[in-house]
């Protein structure tokens, strides 16, 4: 159908769809993409400007796909040509505050795909013997960070390739600077752009119709809501006005039922043509400066995430504005009331507050927490745009945002702050100078401020970020709640040389399971131990000897449970052992001894045995024979107080006395050997290394040595407002 049609359908009696209210072109090139008609496209690209009725379109089309709702739908009234036939609802996977990752997750969990990248999802999609439906909505709302700019990312990541397979049948919406994009990368055949702008899709009466239902919602006093003739002449003249953008027309309507002191349909610079008209005729109605309304709504249209927490926004509209806005605040919810929604508390906050176990003690600002947010991002396209300088609104936002953080303690800090600073320094161009604190890491959604940091090239990020960089994907894969956060961060910055980092998070009130002693990059490790080394004697020699010990069957097996162990207790007044821990690397790995086996058996498969002796509690390779590494006696096996048992990727320390778990570590690299000795020191070898872990649960610890203090490899920032540690 043509636009010209939506006259002839009207004229054959059939009734419009009753969410959407017209639009039959559109539904009948959408249905007939859905039943695979002859000629009809494989993939429909919808776009339009925003307020065009993309999301409002395409919700009304799905409801006709969805079996739950077609019942619902008068569909035997509705012109056939409309109706989608009656199949299994298609995926609809959403991109709203999601990554392209986190949009690919979806679809391989609804097809029950074993694969992650968007390359093996398509190619277990392809090699399905019937077509599979998939249906994107909303890309313009991709992403956890809007500076960020995901929704690119989700048409390069995951629509593309989504487009490119041949069993795939695909509806996405898109914004206008992404339409064509997708669409070039296919025939001309298979796909189709439906852009709601133009005059080919127009709906005219549909928009008429809109304002009629809008204008009937108003309060009864109003002649323009009760009287048929006089509504229908309002609803004519804003449907003209509006120029086919139902966001203008809905603003429009609500901004009249508000104020309705002067209105004249017959007088259309009374009537909006744009968002932003509707924005400044509103204010002017009120007797109120428009660039006043504008500015009250600015920390709105700069808002992330769910919504802007109603106790922010007074000060990030005194940030904004550079003034006191108190008085207009207060006095102007009248002006600013048809451009604003309640969003209440987003349900992915609390289920993160649920989690948040890294504070002690003081308020996480949670309670009766109420969120804002814009009508329509249309709206704060609109109001960004008017800016003169939104970089330096983004700077004064974040230094408000920094400045109502109760004494720069993160724990205590609004969960917006937390979770969103970052994504507003991002659009000020002054993320680099946040990415040095400690607290913030461990408190933030990691998802978010992964986002937000991979959207800064890499030359410019420090040591810290490029650290938080690397173990990101391990925060965000394991969900883990801020107190286990902290501890990953804390042996990733070990790991990566920046101590001083690693030692702030243990000053910051968190809980943590470990203190991490030392770590070496070593690849190649295939079993770790512990054990001791007696002390040698006045010629040199040690006072006693013992058989080298067999690291591999000492170390414990992935899913296996084991005891910690090292040797007893020196007895006072002789001298000590040294704790070390002995790893079973490739022979010819620098400093290692190769280990001959029983008997001084030098055959070449235990030939290929090569140890390295490294110091349990400090960092530092030990020059000793392997062969006087004393494992474990079974006493000191015995009265460790501590087991634990690993899987691949994961470990487990738990308490001999109840077997209450007492640390969780998740590696994003499988782990090639594990030893606990019985003072608790954790040994883990990786692919990537091998660390140890003082468990801080272990009573009677004994004192840990200071952590080495060499400068990290780039020098630290404060910061925007100094380090809040």
């Not at 359908?9 to 017209?22: L, Q, T």
């Not at 604003?340 to 987003?346: E, F, V």
């Not at 992935?558 to 002995?582: H, I």
């Not at 077997?659 to 030893?675: H, Q």
């Amino acid at each position: 159908m043509s636009a010209s049609d939506e006259g002839i359908a009207g004229a054959s009696g059939y009734a419009p769809h009753p969410y959407i209210g017209g639009r039959s072109s559109v539904l009948s090139a959408l249905a007939a993409w859905r039943m695979r008609w002859p000629g009809a496209p494989r993939v429909i690209v919808l776009t339009g400007s925003p307020g065009s009725g993309r999301s409002r379109l395409l919700t009304g089309f799905l409801m006709m796909c969805d079996p739950r709702f077609r019942k619902r739908l008068p569909l035997d009234a509705m012109d056939p040509a409309t109706v989608p036939p009656d199949l299994p609802a298609p995926a609809v996977p959403s991109p709203e505050g999601r990554t392209a990752a986190q949009l690919l997750s979806l679809l391989a969990d609804h097809f029950e795909l074993g694969a992650a990248r968007s390359e093996d999802i398509c190619t277990e999609l392809a090699a399905r013997e019937e077509p599979v439906t998939i249906v994107v909505p909303d890309v313009d709302r991709a992403g956890p960070v809007r500076a960020a700019d995901e929704p690119a990312r989700v048409v390069r990541d995951v629509l593309k390739p989504l487009a490119a397979t041949a069993t795939v049948q695909l509806l996405a919406d898109v914004p206008h600077g992404l339409a064509a994009e997708l669409a070039a990368a296919l025939p001309s055949g298979q796909v189709r752009i439906i852009d709601l702008d133009a005059p080919e899709w127009a709906d005219p009466a549909g928009l008429v119709r809109h304002a009629e239902a809008a204008l009937t919602l108003g309060p009864p006093e109003l002649p323009f809501c009760t009287d048929p003739s006089a509504r229908r002449a309002l609803a004519e003249a804003l449907a003209e006005r509006a120029d086919g953008n139902r966001l203008t027309l809905q603003l429009a309507v609500q901004s009249l039922i508000m104020g309705p002191e002067g209105v004249d349909p017959a007088d259309p610079s009374m009537l909006p043509g744009s968002v932003g008209e509707a924005l400044d005729l509103h204010a002017r109605r009120l007797g109120a400066d428009p660039q006043t309304l504008r500015l009250m709504l600015a920390p709105l249209a700069f808002a992330e995430g769910a919504g802007l927490p109603v106790q922010l926004w007074g000060a990030l509209a005194d940030a904004v504005a550079g003034r006191d806005m108190s008085r207009e605040l207060d006095d102007g919810m009248r002006l600013a009331a048809p451009f604003l929604q309640p969003a209440g508390s987003s349900e992915r906050d609390e289920a993160k507050d649920e989690k948040s176990d890294g504070a002690t003690g003081g308020d996480t600002a949670d309670s009766g927490r109420t969120l804002l947010r814009l009508l329509h991002p249309g709206i704060a396209e609109e109001i960004r745009a008017g800016l003169p300088d939104v970089p330096g609104a983004q700077t004064r936002i974040a230094m408000a945002l920094l400045d109502a953080v109760p004494q720069q303690d993160w724990s205590r800090a609004d969960p917006y702050i937390r979770d969103h600073l970052a994504a507003h320094t991002l659009d000020a161009g002054l993320l680099p100078q946040l990415l040095t604190d400690p607290g913030l890491f461990a408190h933030a959604d990691p998802v978010a401020m992964r986002a937000a940091i991979e959207a800064v090239p890499l030359d410019r990020l420090g040591a810290p970020a490029r650290t938080y960089l690397r173990t990101a994907p391990l925060l965000t894969r394991s969900q883990a709640p801020a107190g286990l956060r902290a501890a990953l961060l804390e042996s990733a910055f070990v790991e990566d040389g920046l101590a001083p980092y690693a030692e702030a998070l243990h000053r910051l009130g968190f809980p943590l399971p470990w203190r991490t002693l030392w770590s070496v990059p070593l690849t190649g490790v295939r079993a770790v131990t512990t054990g001791v080394l007696p002390p040698a004697g006045a010629d040199g020699v040690p006072a006693e000897a013992a058989a080298a010990p067999d690291v591999a069957t000492a170390a414990a097996a992935p899913g296996a449970e084991t005891d910690g162990g090292a040797g007893p207790a020196p007895t006072t007044g002789t001298p000590a052992s040294l704790p070390v821990a002995a790893f079973v690397v490739p022979e010819g790995t620098p400093g290692s001894r190769t280990v001959p086996g029983p008997d001084g058996d030098a055959s070449e498969d235990r030939a290929t045995e090569a140890l390295l002796v490294h110091d349990l509690l400090r960092p530092g390779y030990v020059d000793a024979d392997p062969a006087q590494v004393r494992p474990p006696s079974e006493e000191a096996r015995a009265a460790a107080p501590f087991g634990f048992s690993h899987g691949p990727d994961s470990l487990r320390v738990w308490a001999r006395a109840n077997r209450e778990v007492v640390a969780t570590l998740v590696s994003d690299t499988p782990i090639t050997g594990a030893a606990l000795s019985p003072d608790g020191v954790l040994v883990v070898a990786t692919e990537r290394g091998v660390t140890a872990r003082q468990i801080l649960a272990a009573p009677h610890a004994p004192t840990v040595p200071a952590q080495r203090t060499g400068a990290a490899d780039s020098a630290a920032s404060d910061g925007l407002e100094g380090h809040h540690s």
